[in-house]
């Protein structure tokens, strides 16, 4: 470790007189400077370690000052480089308490570019586009819940600004305690307890608590039931009648632990599955049947419409009325009407009868104004839907998962109009699919928690899916090409209207990113690039869990799961991630072999991290995480048919096969194997410039 040199403000030099430093224990001193690369174009992430370093004032890499200071400690600052000149040994100073510390030679100014043969694609530059563009991806934040919280579906799950947390309430799971809410002797002739008055919250989807339980009830249990968010205040309308009677209530709760029967017994005529929103700063209601035991060919499915200014006195704008041009048919079902575009919105829907003759699923869209005239809109390319949810986010429209005859469905749409829609890939959608969840609108995602995939595909109620999951919205432009850094500057450009999106906040506060979707997204070269002499592949990233395909166990596998480079159809190799870790794939004389090495490069949301391989012309393969080897070295032949034309997918088979599922910072492309050292300081570029641990 170099020592600091404390060097004096020159006009107090000249004089003879020093200004004496601020009483502390310590004088300021710089003892460290990590990572030690920093880019030529800025943008570096670099931390000082010292003491009294919060108070700096200045703070210059090689005389140039630096963009941003941020004090994370007394002891650390953190430091956001200007554009430097390339160099090595670059000294670092810090202007503090009337001084400056120096750090003479701690900082390269390097990026991998100027590595000899270097294809360095890099999405803070070089990257073309042409439109603003948006993309989305599930992020599995949770694979349980919490140890208390057992299997439900019907329940409903908000965001609450301001507690700043989610709170989920509700639900219903039909199995004897504990694996379920039923504690009544079914041998006492009372009705059973399905249903549940549980409240929990979380901040992030991740960490849960309950709040209120069933033995320290707020309201009466339920599952099918809207809560919805107005006036910052939680309000919760009707429910289902497996408790053996109808929920007639509102019930609202500023904080989401104490609750409040604003209304208990509401105007319209008993029914469940009714469907509740908030238009035009009113609460409104419409629809829902009949579920009480009577006789399924008696079931009345409603079609009137409610509304009021403040949850208790309720106005009937629109009584049941015979299906017209401007008026949907009875149902129900839906979990929430939409405000959108200035509209009142009704998506979808159902009539639940659960016998031989089966449910009704409608595939419609109507909007009102008034409530009392609706419109219906184009028919939607999604197949009718029981139990799915309905929102309103990214200034889009969406409808959500839900059941049919097939069983659970698994997949998104949105509209920017309600006349279009657009699906979330089903292959690399929320898996697997689900009905009655709850899901929650935050500003850059949905969060879903709960609902009937929680039940899992078990035999027995032990065998839960308690997985919470996440909707990423990724902002910014359609990628067209991407130039590399390199002397040569080869371009890699997107095949059709399947672009990329490169996000300026892709992998954090300004720090850039090109997401790919996994199963159309890929960049790739005029004419391969082989790579005789042997490889090199090298990424900065984040990728999301996401479970494998069915076939992934099965050899030979030709491409890894997500192929972050991959050739063409020749498909010689290819490297990408595996389950967990680092995959790469290899053809040579004795075939097909496969390498996996590794682990924790998708987990949960995904992390950014640095990785890569090496492959040597003698057939050496080598897996790096974070800049050191992971696992020993293999044989896996080598050809001279060896190389690379694709970024984000592989070039056998079908592109969403293999494709990658994530966000790339930066991809590095060597035509020989890097060694130890290289690698490592590739790494430390990574570190400064994305944040990669």
């Known amino acids: 470790m170099r020592l600091a040199t404390l060097v004096l403000p020159l006009a107090a030099a000249a004089c003879g007189a020093v200004e004496p430093l601020p009483d502390a224990a310590t004088p300021p001193h710089l003892d460290e400077v990590y990572p030690a690369v920093a880019d030529p174009l800025g943008g570096s992430r670099l931390h000082l370690r010292g003491a009294g370093l919060a108070a700096a004032t200045a703070v210059r890499i090689g005389g140039v000052l630096v963009a941003r200071v941020d004090a994370i400690a007394d002891d650390e600052v953190q430091v956001v480089t200007a554009a430097l000149p390339p160099g090595d040994g670059l000294d670092v100073e810090v202007d503090v308490a009337g001084a400056t510390v120096r750090l003479a030679g701690v900082v390269d100014a390097w990026s991998p570019a100027e590595l000899p043969g270097a294809r360095l694609f890099d999405a803070a530059t070089g990257v073309i586009s042409s439109e603003a563009a948006r993309t989305y991806e599930w992020q599995r934040l949770a694979a349980a819940t919490a140890p208390a919280w057992r299997a439900r579906d019907g329940n409903t799950l908000d965001w609450l600004p301001a507690t ?25 002739g009372e009705p059973p307890r399905t249903t549940t008055s549980e409240v929990w919250s979380s901040p992030d989807g991740v960490s849960w608590t309950l709040e209120r339980d069933d033995a320290d009830p707020a309201f009466d249990r339920r599952h099918a039931h809207n809560t919805v968010r ?15 009677a109808y929920n007639h209530d509102v019930v609202s709760s500023a904080d989401g632990r104490t609750w409040t029967v604003e209304l208990a017994q509401t105007p319209w005529a008993d029914r469940a599955l009714l ?18 035991g009577t006789p399924r060919d008696e079931f009345v499915y409603h079609n009137d419409v409610w509304r009021s200014a403040d949850g208790v006195t309720w106005e009937q704008v629109a009584a049941d009325a015979p299906p017209s041009e401007t008026r949907w048919s009875g149902r129900g079902a839906v979990g929430e009407l939409a405000s959108f575009r200035g509209r009142l919105w009704l998506v979808g829907g159902a009539r639940y009868r659960d016998d031989a003759v089966g449910n009704t699923y409608f595939a419609e869209v109507w909007s009102t104004t008034d409530g009392a005239s609706w419109t219906q809109h184009a028919a939607p390319p999604w197949a009718g839907r029981i139990w799915h949810d309905v929102r309103v986010w990214d200034d889009r429209l969406w409808v959500l998962f839900g059941g049919n005859d097939s069983g659970n469905l698994a997949d998104a749409w949105y509209s920017d109009d309600g006349e279009t829609w657009t699906a979330i890939d089903p292959e690399r959608s929320h898996e ?36 919470v999951w996440r909707l990423q919205a990724f902002r910014g432009d359609a990628v067209d090409a991407w130039t590399d850094r390199g002397g040569d500057a080869v371009v890699v450009t997107a095949a059709g209207a399947a672009r990329p999106v490169r996000d300026p906040d892709g992998l954090g506060d300004g720090v850039p990113g090109v997401q790919f979707d996994g199963a159309s997204h890929f960049l790739t070269l005029a004419s391969p690039e082989l790579q005789p002499a042997g490889r090199s592949v090298l990424w900065v990233g984040r990728a999301a869990w996401s479970p494998a395909p069915p076939d992934w166990t099965t050899p030979p596998r030709l491409s890894p799961l997500f192929t972050v480079v991959g050739d063409g159809d020749a498909q010689a190799c290819a490297a990408g991630l595996g389950d967990g870790g680092l995959s790469y794939t290899s053809a ?23 990785a890569g391989v090496t492959h040597a012309a003698d057939g050496t393969i080598q897996g790096w995480i974070d800049g050191a080897a992971a696992g020993a070295p293999v044989d896996g032949g080598y050809s001279e048919l060896h190389g690379w034309s694709r970024i984000g997918a592989a070039g056998y088979g079908p592109v969403g096969d293999r494709a990658f599922a994530g966000t790339l910072g930066a991809v590095v492309v060597l035509p020989y194997a890097a060694d130890a050292a290289t690698v490592a300081r590739v790494h430390a570029w990574a570190q400064g410039r994305f944040g990669a641990p």
């Open 275 to 292: 469907v509740a929103g908030v238009h035009d700063d009113q609460l409104w209601v419409v629809g829902g049947q009949d579920l009480d």
């Open 164 to 188: 700043g947390r989610l709170w989920m309430v509700g639900g219903w799971n039909p199995y004897a305690v504990p694996d379920g809410f039923d504690d009544v002797d079914p041998a006492s």
């Open 588 to 610: 040579g004389a004795a075939g097909w072999i496969g390498v996996e090495v590794g682990d924790g490069l998708r987990v949960g949301p995904g992390e950014v991290r640095f």
């Open 230 to 244: 107005w006036r910052d205040r939680l309000w919760m309308v009707g429910g289902d009648w497996w408790r053996g």
């Open 432 to 467: 697997p699919g689900s009905h009655a969840q709850g899901v929650a609108e935050l500003d850059d995602a949905l969060v879903l928690a709960g609902g009937n995939h929680s039940f899992g595909v078990g035999p027995t109620p032990q065998d839960t899916d308690e997985s």
